[in-house]
């Protein structure tokens, strides 16, 4: 990969004003620095620089606990402008904290520093740190990790060990000049070279024997494994050879135990699961390869499998070179039904109040599109087009003079409009084999949806055709939700209703809206603030998969939105 160039992020966490716990160190308040920085690299046979944070890829591990504000200043001496975003984070109040560029902040240039004020509230688990500007997180990235508040406990015994594994994808290329080429030519961006776990490809590539992570455990013990899929573009399916995961979380929000052999990890979501070492001492790979789920015939992707190894310690010095690892049986790339199946399995771990009755019914198609070509210019996307995404036919056009949630608050004119269709503005057979090329069209624009505070929300993501049908994960900011119901095809309410699970629905950050199919998700608008809905597939927010919601404040002090920090970034 080519360097990103002079990249040098020094992130300094100043961790306080509560009880913290970081790195196992227990302290009123504790300053640590992080320097994001070029560093050199050998993946796939080639010798790198890449953007790391303290010379590590992936970045260092924060764990904090569940009521700890954490103050992180960020010290931008790159030659991109950036933000960070911490991923599933309510930022209660704390919207100016968020990250996404030109949404709750303009970017952080080149020499410019910022520092990010929030508080975890009510949530336990992994979520994960990254970059929220172009394809800079593809390097930067690291897990969070929230333990219970001090004399509490996991709902579960208490694991041997707890062992991050962030998944990842990479490049041989800068991946912003990868995108930006995309850009140009309006066509699909070049898929990625390989897999990673916790930045090593493993040794199914050239090059990587040596480097591949490596998991020591012992025998008999039941080890907390702490799954992360921050890959660019790309579902995984995950398995461990000989070995059933128990899964206890996902996205910071404990689960009903269930045990399964495969995980599915869109972008953006996390997985906990427990893991007994109950197998002959040996070696097994962990392995991860991609769902690609698109419909359509001869779409490139990375079909390629990273690998660490779970490697049992057995007393004895091993031979030179070690056994080789037993393989774990992987889904087929395109088994969507065994994605639906381990969805399905999610569930919260006792009864939950779902929220109602509910105020806002709102229904979203998510899917891709077409734009023209400008004239007298030659596009790559499918017939000289330019490829797009929206939401309900609008194409989300970011800021550029400032953010929204600075023109909200400064009540600037002129940058952003709160007309975002609640429902399509045309409805049509939206799985649909051959749809019409008039609705392959978006409009390209900067609308935004009003809430008003406390609001019940139930929102049906609609898969779409156009193009191609594609499993959508969707990320919403500044909240988490209940996801009541999935299923393919056109949702209609009057049978589809029926099936919305009311009891024990699993809360999440991000939701996989299924191919050619769709998703219902209810939550409280009870956070004020800009808030950002988009695909986490990094392509598809380029193209324009996305929206923001306006959620108003409420009457009392504690119902607002906080005044914007001194040292808000300025464009």
């Given at each position: 990969?080519?360097?990103?160039?002079?990249?040098?992020?020094?992130?300094?966490?100043?961790?306080?004003?509560?009880?913290?716990?970081?790195?196992?160190?227990?302290?009123?308040?504790?300053?640590?620095?992080?320097?994001?920085?070029?560093?050199?690299?050998?993946?796939?046979?080639?010798?790198?620089?890449?953007?790391?944070?303290?010379?590590?890829?992936?970045?260092?591990?924060?764990?904090?606990?569940?009521?700890?504000?954490?103050?992180?200043?960020?010290?931008?001496?790159?030659?991109?402008?950036?933000?960070?975003?911490?991923?599933?984070?309510?930022?209660?109040?704390?919207?100016?904290?968020?990250?996404?560029?030109?949404?709750?902040?303009?970017?952080?240039?080149?020499?410019?520093?910022?520092?990010?004020?929030?508080?975890?509230?009510?949530?336990?688990?992994?979520?994960?740190?990254?970059?929220?500007?172009?394809?800079?997180?593809?390097?930067?990235?690291?897990?969070?990790?929230?333990?219970?508040?001090?004399?509490?406990?996991?709902?579960?015994?208490?694991?041997?060990?707890?062992?991050?594994l962030?998944?990842?994808?990479?490049?041989?290329?800068?991946?912003?000049?990868?995108?930006?080429?995309?850009?140009?030519?309006?066509?699909?961006?070049?898929?990625?070279?390989?897999f990673?776990?916790?930045?090593?490809?493993?040794?199914?590539?050239?090059?990587?024997?040596?480097?591949?992570?490596?998991?020591?455990?012992?025998?008999?013990?039941?080890?907390?494994?702490?799954?992360?899929?921050?890959?660019?573009?790309?579902?995984?399916?995950?398995?461990?050879?000989?070995?059933k995961?128990?899964?206890?979380?996902?996205?910071?929000?404990?689960?009903?135990?269930?045990?399964?052999?495969?995980?599915?990890?869109?972008?953006?979501?996390?997985?906990?699961?427990?893991?007994?070492?109950?197998?002959?001492l040996?070696?097994?790979?962990?392995?991860?390869?991609a769902?690609?789920?698109?419909?359509?015939?001869?779409?490139?992707?990375?079909?390629?499998?990273?690998?660490?190894?779970?490697?049992?310690?057995?007393?004895?010095?091993?031979?030179?070179?070690?056994?080789?690892?037993?393989?774990?049986?992987?889904?087929?790339?395109?088994?969507?039904?065994?994605?639906?199946?381990?969805?399905?399995?999610?569930?919260?771990?006792?009864?939950?109040?779902?929220?109602?009755?509910?105020?806002?019914?709102?229904?979203?198609?998510?899917?891709?599109?077409?734009?023209?070509?400008?004239?007298g210019?030659?596009?790559?996307?499918?017939?000289?087009?330019?490829?797009?995404?929206?939401?309900?036919?609008?194409?989300?056009?970011?800021?550029?003079?400032?953010?929204?949630?600075?023109?909200?608050?400064?009540?600037?004119?002129?940058?952003?409009?709160?007309?975002?269709?609640?429902?399509?503005?045309?409805?049509?057979?939206?799985?649909?084999?051959?749809?019409?090329?008039?609705?392959?069209?978006?409009?390209?624009?900067?609308?935004?949806?009003?809430?008003?505070?406390?609001?019940?929300?139930?929102?049906?993501?609609?898969?779409?055709?156009?193009?191609?049908?594609e499993?959508?994960?969707?990320?919403?900011?500044?909240y988490?939700?209940?996801?009541?119901?999935?299923?393919?095809?056109?949702?209609?309410?009057?049978?589809?209703?029926?099936?919305?699970?009311?009891?024990?629905?699993?809360m999440?950050?991000?939701v996989?809206?299924?191919?050619?199919?769709?998703?219902?998700?209810?939550?409280?608008?009870?956070?004020?603030?800009?808030?950002?809905?988009?695909?986490h597939?990094?392509?598809?927010?380029?193209?324009?998969?996305?929206?923001?919601?306006l959620?108003?404040?409420?009457?009392?002090?504690?119902?607002?939105?906080?005044?914007?920090?001194?040292?808000?970034?300025?464009?």
């Amino acid at each position: 990969m080519e360097c990103f160039a002079k990249i040098n992020l020094l992130l300094t966490f100043l961790l306080g004003l509560n009880s913290l716990l970081f790195y196992g160190i227990d302290a009123e308040v504790q300053h640590h620095e992080f320097v994001v920085q070029e560093t050199p690299v050998k993946r796939l046979c080639v010798a790198h620089n890449i953007i790391t944070v303290n010379g590590q890829f992936p970045g260092p591990t924060i764990e904090v606990k569940n009521g700890d504000t954490i103050i992180i200043n960020v010290v931008n001496q790159a030659k991109y402008s950036v933000t960070i975003h911490w991923h599933g984070v309510r930022q209660l109040r704390t919207a100016w904290a968020d990250g996404p560029e030109f949404v709750t902040q303009c970017p952080i240039k080149p020499g410019g520093s910022y520092r990010y004020r929030f508080t975890i509230e009510g949530q336990e688990g992994t979520l994960w740190w990254h970059a929220h500007s172009s394809w800079l997180r593809a390097t930067v990235y690291g897990a969070l990790i929230i333990r219970p508040k001090e004399n509490a406990s996991y709902p579960f015994a208490m694991p041997k060990r707890e062992i991050p594994l962030i998944l990842g994808e990479w490049w041989d290329r800068n991946p912003v000049d990868v995108v930006r080429e995309a850009t140009r030519t309006g066509g699909s961006p070049n898929i990625s070279d390989a897999f990673t776990i916790n930045g090593q490809p493993g040794d199914l590539y050239n090059c990587s024997y040596k480097e591949t992570t490596v998991i020591p455990v012992k025998a008999g013990e039941t080890n907390l494994l702490r799954f992360i899929n921050a890959a660019l573009n790309t579902e995984l399916f995950v398995a461990i050879a000989n070995h059933k995961m128990t899964v206890v979380a996902t996205d910071a929000s404990y689960t009903k135990p269930f045990t399964t052999s495969v995980l599915m990890l869109a972008p953006g979501q996390t997985t906990d699961v427990l893991v007994t070492m109950d197998q002959p001492l040996s070696r097994y790979y962990i392995a991860a390869r991609a769902y690609a789920s698109t419909s359509a015939k001869n779409v490139a992707f990375d079909n390629t499998t990273t690998t660490a190894i779970l490697e049992y310690d057995c007393g004895c010095t091993r031979p030179a070179p070690p056994p080789q690892p037993i393989f774990p049986a992987l889904p087929a790339y395109n088994d969507t039904a065994a994605v639906s199946a381990f969805n399905a399995a999610i569930k919260s771990p006792s009864s939950v109040e779902v929220p109602g009755p509910v105020d806002e019914n709102l229904f979203f198609t998510v899917g891709l599109g077409l734009l023209d070509c400008p004239k007298g210019k030659t596009c790559d996307g499918p017939n000289n087009t330019r490829l797009a995404a929206s939401m309900n036919n609008v194409s989300f056009v970011f800021p550029e003079v400032t953010s929204l949630l600075q023109a909200h608050y400064q009540r600037l004119p002129g940058v952003f409009t709160t007309d975002f269709p609640a429902v399509p503005p045309v409805p049509f057979d939206y799985t649909a084999e051959n749809v019409s090329s008039s609705l392959s069209q978006p409009v390209k624009a900067t609308k935004l949806y009003k809430l008003k505070y406390n609001s019940v929300v139930q929102l049906v993501l609609q898969g779409t055709s156009i193009v191609t049908g594609e499993n959508h994960p969707i990320h919403v900011h500044g909240y988490d939700f209940y996801i009541l119901a999935e299923g393919f095809g056109n949702f209609n309410p009057a049978k589809d209703n029926a099936k919305f699970n009311l009891v024990d629905p699993p809360m999440r950050n991000t939701v996989g809206v299924p191919v050619n199919g769709w998703a219902v998700i209810r939550f409280v608008a009870n956070n004020p603030g800009i808030w950002l809905i988009h695909c986490h597939l990094d392509a598809h927010i380029t193209w324009g998969l996305a929206m923001a919601f306006l959620v108003e404040n409420g009457e009392e002090e504690l119902q607002s939105l906080e005044s914007p920090p001194p040292d808000l970034p300025a464009c």
